[in-house]
C-alpha cells in the first residue's frame, strides 16, 4: 500500500522559508515522477513542480526562480524548498506520485498523478 506523507509546513513571514518534506512508504521513488500541488482557500488544486527520473524537473512559472524540488531515493524523501515566500504562497501543499514504471517527466495535472498525500499548510503573513 502506498503511503505519502507530507512534512514542514507552518506559518513563515513574507520573504522567509520553508522547506517541505514528503515521504514514501510502498512506493519506490526511482524512475517515477513525483510532484507538488496546491490549493489556496476558494481555489482548485494547482501543480506547483515535477521531478522524474533523472532528475529531469518542471515549475510553475509562478514559483520559478523560488522554489526548488528535489528527491532523495535512498530515503524513499521527496522535498520542496521554498525561498523568498509571498502572501500568495499559503496554501496546503500536497505530495503526488506517479504510477508509471519509468516516467521522465510528468504534467502538472492532477490526472497524471495516482497517489496522493494527506497535505501540510503553509501560510504567509506579511
Known amino acids: 500500500q502506498v503511503q505519502l506523507v507530507e512534512s514542514g509546513g507552518g506559518s513563515v513571514q513574507a520573504g522567509g522559508s520553508l522547506r517541505l518534506s514528503c515521504s514514501a512508504s510502498g512506493y519506490s521513488t526511482d524512475n517515477s515522477c513525483m510532484a507538488w500541488f496546491r490549493q489556496a482557500p476558494g481555489k482548485e488544486r494547482a501543480g506547483v513542480a515535477v521531478i522524474g527520473a533523472f532528475g529531469t524537473t518542471s515549475y510553475a512559472d509562478s514559483v520559478k526562480g523560488r522554489f526548488t524540488i528535489s528527491q532523495d531515493n535512498a530515503k524513499r524523501t521527496l522535498y520542496l524548498q521554498m525561498n523568498s515566500l509571498k502572501n500568495e504562497d499559503t496554501a496546503m501543499y500536497y505530495c503526488?506520485?506517479?504510477?508509471?514504471?519509468?516516467?521522465?517527466?510528468?504534467?502538472?495535472?492532477?490526472?497524471?498523478?495516482?497517489?496522493w498525500g494527506q497535505g501540510t499548510q503553509v501560510t504567509v503573513s506579511s
Open positions: 503526488a506520485a506517479t504510477a508509471r514504471v519509468l516516467c521522465v517527466l510528468a504534467r502538472l495535472t492532477e490526472n497524471e498523478y495516482r497517489y
